[in-house]
């Protein structure tokens, strides 16, 4: 039970600082694992950035941030995954609207602790490539000095590599969220999964920023 418990904060809290800070113990770094500094050097440029710290600045620094967030996530893919089977089911516009809600949920709960970091360190320690696949393996360094696996799971599409799961400790983020959505789904209905996800959506919008 300590161990989930663990588990469950690393996934709350140290996900959305994989991509904040960067060290990387091997030069010969490839294309994916490059793509994901590169989105960890806007990160921390746009929260680093004095003409966005202000208060009346946290709706144009959340934008910016989501619009890094939007480049090097594939969202689709993520909630497609995460719905698995019932995925086929739904309809384009259902698929649309699904997409939109999960990614800006998403967004949401981390937002706050991103804006919140406090100079975790990341090593990048292994690159894998299957095709149009790869696995980016990495470990968090808290700042008590206690490492965390962490490995992103990315496709290619077209010329760019886009994230479509993140592995904390073995624990898969669309695992997690599958095995909840299913309960729902099974339990109760489709229309019902989409109004507990828009009321988390809107109780996640009322949360202020922990920088502010």
């Known amino acids: 039970m300590k161990r989930y418990r663990t588990i469950r904060?690393?996934?709350?809290?140290?996900?959305?600082?994989?991509?904040?800070?960067?060290?990387?113990?091997?030069?010969?770094?490839?294309?994916?694992?490059?793509?994901?500094?590169q989105s960890t050097d806007k990160i921390l440029e746009t929260l680093k950035d004095p003409k966005l710290k202000a208060k009346s600045k946290t709706a144009e620094r959340r934008r910016l941030l989501r619009k890094i967030a939007d480049d090097r996530?594939?969202?689709?893919?993520?909630?497609?995954?995460?719905?698995?089977?019932h995925w086929a089911e739904r309809t384009p516009e259902e698929k649309r609207e699904f997409v939109s809600i999960f990614s800006d949920?998403?967004?949401?709960?981390?937002?706050?602790?991103?804006?919140?970091?406090?100079?975790?360190?990341?090593?990048?320690?292994?690159?894998?490539?299957?095709?149009?696949?790869?696995?980016?393996?990495?470990?968090?360094?808290?700042?008590?000095?206690?490492?965390?696996?962490?490995?992103?799971?990315?496709?290619?599409?077209?010329?760019?590599?886009?994230?479509?799961?993140?592995?904390?400790?073995?624990?898969?983020?669309?695992?997690?969220?599958?095995?909840?959505?299913?309960?729902?789904l099974l339990s109760s209905s489709y229309p019902e999964l989409v109004k507990k996800l828009k009321l988390k959506q809107a109780q996640e919008a009322d949360v202020p920023s922990t920088s502010d």
């Open 105 to 184: 949920l998403l967004d949401r709960s981390y937002m706050g602790k991103i804006e919140g970091y406090k100079n975790e360190k990341i090593l990048y320690v292994k690159e894998s490539i299957e095709g149009d696949y790869a696995t980016v393996e990495s470990k968090v360094i808290t700042q008590r000095e206690v490492e965390v696996p962490i490995d992103y799971r990315l496709r290619k599409k077209g010329s760019d590599w886009l994230i479509f799961d993140v592995s904390i400790e073995g624990v898969s983020l669309v695992n997690n969220y599958r095995v909840q959505f299913n309960k729902i």
């Open 9 to 37: 904060y690393f996934l709350g809290a140290l996900l959305p600082l994989t991509l904040l800070l960067w060290y990387s113990p091997f030069a010969r770094a490839g294309e994916p694992t490059n793509l994901l500094k």
């Open 73 to 85: 996530f594939d969202w689709e893919e993520l909630a497609k995954r995460s719905l698995a089977l």
